[in-house]
């Protein structure tokens, strides 16, 4: 899953909404959403703006497509939220699991990297100016 995908899948108002109406009524067409958009928060997109909004969300894992007959109807995949939750939110909010903690195998930004064998070594740094002494 990736994480940049998902947050900017979600820093769009309209995208949220859109969440937000799958999670409250599963299974709208572009039709439904898009009238619930109007009705509900006065949105003024068309609907090929609405669909671009849908691929995107679609493309982040959050949402999957059904067709039914000749309509295509929309389901929200909490499970990338989840995942975000799980993987890197809830250790920001203070509550830790096993999960979000990195494991022993994979390197933490906060560890310094290992020097690589066959890096050259670190140069050595300049010498501190000698420091002038003042009579007492």
Same mark, same amino acid.
């Given at each position: 899953m990736d994480l940049d995908?998902?947050?900017?899948?979600?820093?769009?108002?309209t995208r949220r909404r859109l969440i937000d109406e799958l999670a409250e009524r599963d299974g709208q067409t572009l039709?439904?959403?898009?009238?619930?958009?109007?009705?509900?928060? =006065?949105?003024?997109?068309?609907?090929q703006a609405l669909s671009?909004?849908?691929?995107?969300l679609?493309?982040?894992?959050l949402l999957r497509t059904e067709w039914q007959w000749r309509s295509k109807h929309h389901f929200l995949?909490?499970?990338?939220?989840r995942r975000a939750w799980t993987l890197w939110l809830? =250790?920001?909010? =203070?509550?830790?699991?096993p999960e979000s903690r990195p494991s022993?195998?994979?390197?933490?930004?906060?560890?310094?990297?290992?020097?690589?064998p066959d890096a050259a070594p670190?140069?050595?740094p300049p010498p501190s100016p000698p420091q002038r002494r003042t009579p007492a």
């Open positions: 995908l998902l947050f900017r899948a979600l820093s769009d108002a039709f439904e959403l898009h009238v619930r958009l109007i009705t509900y928060y =006065g949105a003024s997109l068309s609907r671009k909004h849908l691929k995107v679609e493309e982040a894992g995949d909490r499970t990338p939220l809830a =250790g920001h909010a =203070g509550e830790r699991t022993a195998a994979e390197p933490s930004a906060a560890q310094p990297a290992e020097p690589q670190a140069a050595a």
